[in-house]
């Protein structure tokens, strides 16, 4: 059983998907396995994949989105941790080695975060240097409530056992779906969020800013949603700390629908969130909503 699953989904992104390979390939740490996921790709995706048969397992599914992908790959994995790399971002070559040390380090943990380094052009990450792995450690993810600490899907180092436990990623249309995750694996012994080294290139562009939107407040609704019908762990005891993290992600998107003029999301998500907001005494997002509506 390797020690890793990387499981990179990816949609028409051949160029970009070639540039992610190479940066597992180039890794210091090599018990892993990676899984590519082609989520019915109409560009060259599927030659190239062809290719390289040799070198990673291929699965094949007609269009289903990322999670769909996502839970596909890991339900194939054989390692301990499934490792979560987008189509488009970047390992460094120490990536899985700080991962894996931290892992020993903290008595295998179910959740790791890599740090991000955003870039737009690949020669912008030659620069950066390998050093000694500097990591905070939480009993469980919620309990880094206080701490902002954003868990994108990509930036994912999970127990594979505890992902299938809470079934994966959920695969509706929408955005949001790995806060959901990560929400849902809340009470998951062992958090461990890397500050240094940096673990994961991240790239940065544009996509379609309407469809974007869309599914973006889907996925806020089905967060606020899944907290009022107890969906996520902890019970009324961990309640504050999964409300924190929830508005956290909520308020960002309640003000940009504001002041883009998308008033009936902005005030969806601002309404639905009001009393928690008021109890976290978030005054000033629940005063400063109104002056992007003047």
Known sequence: MPTFSVIIPTYNRSSYLRQTLESVW???????EIIVVDDGSTDDTHSYLSQISDKVTVIRQPNSGPGAARNKGAHRARGEYVAFLDDDDLWFPWTL???????????????????????????EITSLKHSSPNAQLFSDYLS????DCFVGAGMMFIRRDDFLEVGGFAEREMNLEDHDLILRLGTAKGFVRIDEPPTLGW????????????????????????????????????????????????????????????????????????????????????????????
């Not at 180039?26 to 892993?32: I, P, V």
Request: hydrophobic share 35%.
């Open 26 to 32: 180039r890794q210091s740490f090599s018990d892993y």
């Open 97 to 123: 080695e700080t991962v894996s040390e931290l892992i020993l380090r903290h008595d295998r943990p179910s959740l790791i975060a890599a740090k991000l380094f955003g870039f737009t052009n690949p020669s």
């Open 203 to 294: 790239r940065r562009h544009d996509g379609s800013a309407t469809d974007h939107f869309r599914r973006s407040f889907e996925g806020c609704r089905h967060l606020i949603s899944n907290e009022q019908k107890g969906v996520y762990p902890g019970g009324t005891t961990r309640r504050v700390a999964r409300r924190k993290i929830i508005t956290r992600h909520i308020r960002p998107w309640a003000l940009t629908f504001a002041r883009t003029g998308e008033w009936q999301p902005a005030w969806s998500l601002y309404s639905s969130t009001f009393v928690w907001n008021l109890s976290l005494n978030r005054w000033r997002f629940l005063m400063g909503f109104w002056s992007n509506l003047l």
């Open 144 to 147: 880094s409530s206080d701490r």
